[in-house]
Structure formats: structure tokens, C-alpha cells
């Protein structure tokens, strides 16, 4: 009798306990071990700059999964395990402590750290990636009566917004001429920001830093191109995030800002996957390959790769989505957005919107909207379908989004 497929993961995250998941539902065989080198049980990470900070609630409550459930799947979990390498000729990886295991598949599911400021004392700025990170933040956060956040994205916009909620004046400093360029459209970022604005966060955009240092009775003051000085006892930032590449180049597999898969997640190397933030992978509604970095696709792109590694053969294609909360606020978001797309902008009379995003042909290649999930949900569906589509449906806030995508089909 052939023996069991050894499928490992390294990377503990929403990326790679999926990907476990996935292998399991796809070979009941296999034996199925994850490689976390963080010390505690698999936990969802977008709590951090939420709940965690402003309810107090500690990053061990908000787990993925209880301990049972691993079991139950017959994944054996290895905390505090931190690989140094992988040998792709051998098939093994080893662990920090010297222990090797080899496999038949392996998944790097690295994720990504966040990007540090240049030329800054690591002392005197938090950032926030970790279970260890928010723990050390939260105290901080409830004791400062200042706060300057540094970069305007997503997690530095929820971080600005929990502090209000416990009452912390807040500064926000962003070196572009805009918040959420990245992720949102010019309508949506406007709005998000009058929220903030309403509830007292002060933003400053094209806010260049020329250095961070010690002020009066040991507070922090940053020092702006402009020749302004802020001061605050508390500091964070969130000026993107880098991926997790050490293991994939040490083993030789391709790399450009993030492992190169293909539509299977399989690396140039064989036998070797990545999935989530680390994987940089071609989706059929994008003319280049992308590295996304949002818990659903990591956890979609994760149990799709987990199968796939476990003997299945399906591409994948999932249309990536986001959501973020702020001030009560649900915002979320679906494909790639780019800001040189036409925007087309459905508003409904309780203030909430969804701002499509359409391509020269008419396609809709991204949506964002607040509080409108429908639509979103809805939005995937159009974006896969890769269809131009009447911009004044799309406008008509009486016009389901559900019954346009029902069109489209029958069409
Ligand atoms: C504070 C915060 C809030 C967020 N909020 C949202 C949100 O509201 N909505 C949203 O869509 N997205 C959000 N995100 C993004 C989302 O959390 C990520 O996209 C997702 O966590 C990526 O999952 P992953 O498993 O690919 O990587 P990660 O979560 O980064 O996990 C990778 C894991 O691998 C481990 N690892 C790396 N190298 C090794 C090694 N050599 N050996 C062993 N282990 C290793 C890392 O320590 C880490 O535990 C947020 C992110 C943060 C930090």
C-alpha cells in the first residue's frame, strides 16, 4: 500500500491553515502539518487594529479555530516552529531548532511584515502585524492623550479610529496628496475621510516626515518638510507591508515581489506552492500577475492551493474582496482598483454608495462601496464576467445590483 501524501505549510496565518483545510477536504489521507513561528494558536489578524484595540479583547479570543478543530482535521500544528530552509532536492525543511521533515508537497504561506520607516528608531514607532504587537500596543493606546499615525491606508485609518474611540486625539500624517489611494476612489476616500473628520482626526496629506525624535518631558516629535513639528506620546504606522521572500529565494524558487505561482499556485520549483499575501499569481480579469493582501482572497487562494497541493488540479479565479470598519462604518471593496478607471457612482438616500469601477470597454473591474454588501457581492460577479455593462444600471440605486448580474446571464 502507497503511503500517506506528507503535505507541509509553512506559515500559520488565514493563508495557510485554509490551505491545510483544503488539502484535508481533498486527501483524507494525507499527512497534514502546519509551521507557525508565532506562539499561540492561528488567530484572525484583522481584529488587531479593531476589537482588539478598542474593546480590549485579547488577540487569543478571536482564534481562527479551537485547538479541537485541528485535531478533528487531523492537522497537527507546530507552534513556535520557525523554518530556516527548504531543500528542494531532498524535499525537507528544517526547523530553528535543526529538526528536518520532508515532504511530498509543500506550501509557503509566509504572509508579510510590515514596510519599516527609513532611518527611524524602531523604539519610538509602533507597527502592527502581530498577536505580540497588538498586545503591546493596546496599554499605550489607553493611556496616550496623543496620537500620530503615520500613513493613511486602510490599517492606519482603523488604528486612527479606534483611538478616537477611546478618546486619544489623533493626527494623521500622509505623504501622498490623498488617503486610500490604493484602495478606494476618489468618492469613497472623500467620504471616509469626512468620518474621520466629523469625529476629530486630524489629517494631513502630502505630510513628508524629515525626522522623528525626543520633544519636551519625552514626547515624540515629528518633523515635517513643510516645517511643522507634531508632537504625541504615542506613534504608529502603517506604511504598507512587504512579503515574507526569505524561504522561496533561499531554495531558488522565482520571486518579484512576491512568489511567483501560477493559476494552480504551484512556484517554479517542483512541488513547492505558495498561497496568500506572499503569492504573486495571475487572476484571468488582470492583464499581470498581483500580490494581494486581504484576508479573503488569503484564505480563498489558501484551501484552493491546499487542494491542489493534495493532487487536485483546478485554477484559480476567485475576484478578490476587502472590507475594513471604521467609526460603524462597514467599507468594503472587490478586484483590482485603479484610479485612472472611470468611476460610476450609485448613491442611495440613507448616504451609503457604491462607486463602480469601469474599464475603456465599459467592464466593471472594481467596486467599492460603505455599508452596501449587496452590492458588492454582486459587484464579484459582474467583474468575473468580464462584460461591458450600461452604466446607467449600474447608477440606479432601484436597480439591484443581484437582478443586473441575472441580465447579464441571460443575455
Ligand atoms: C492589523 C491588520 C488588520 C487587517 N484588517 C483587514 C481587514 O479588515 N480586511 C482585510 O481584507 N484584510 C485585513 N488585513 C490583511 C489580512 O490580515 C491579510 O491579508 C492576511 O492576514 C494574509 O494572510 P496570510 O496567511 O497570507 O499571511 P499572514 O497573516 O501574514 O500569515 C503568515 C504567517 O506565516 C508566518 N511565517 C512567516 N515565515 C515563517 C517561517 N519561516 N516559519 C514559520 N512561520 C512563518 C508568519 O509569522 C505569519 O504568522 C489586516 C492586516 C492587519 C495586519
Known sequence: MASARRILIVGGGIAGVHAALGARAADPEAEIRVFSEEDCLPYDRTALSKDVLTAGIAPSEQLLFPQVHYEEQRVQL????RIVAVDPAQKRITTQTGATHGYDALILATGTRPRQLPG????DVFYLRTHTDAIALQPRLKQARRL??????LIGLEV??????LGVEVDVLEAGDAILSRACDVHTATVIGGFHQREGVKIHTGARIVGIGRGAADSLRVQLASGERLEADLIVAGVGVVPNLALAEQAG???DDGILVDEFGRTSVADVYAAGDAAKLPLPFLAQPVRLETWRHAQD???FVGRNAAGEHAPFDAVPTFWSDQFGHRIQGAGLLDRSQTPILRAYEDGSHTSFL????GRVRAAVGIDRPQDINGARRLIAAQLPIDSGLLADPGMPVPRIVKQLKSA
Open 253 to 255: 524558487i522565482a520571486v
Open 120 to 123: 527611524v528608531d524602531a523604539q
Open 78 to 81: 507546530h507552534c513556535r516552529a
Open 358 to 361: 469601469l474599464d475603456d470597454a
Open 301 to 303: 487562494h489558501g484551501h
Open 160 to 165: 486612527a479610529a479606534a483611538a478616537r474611540a
Open 148 to 153: 500620530i499615525v503615520i500613513g493613511a491606508g
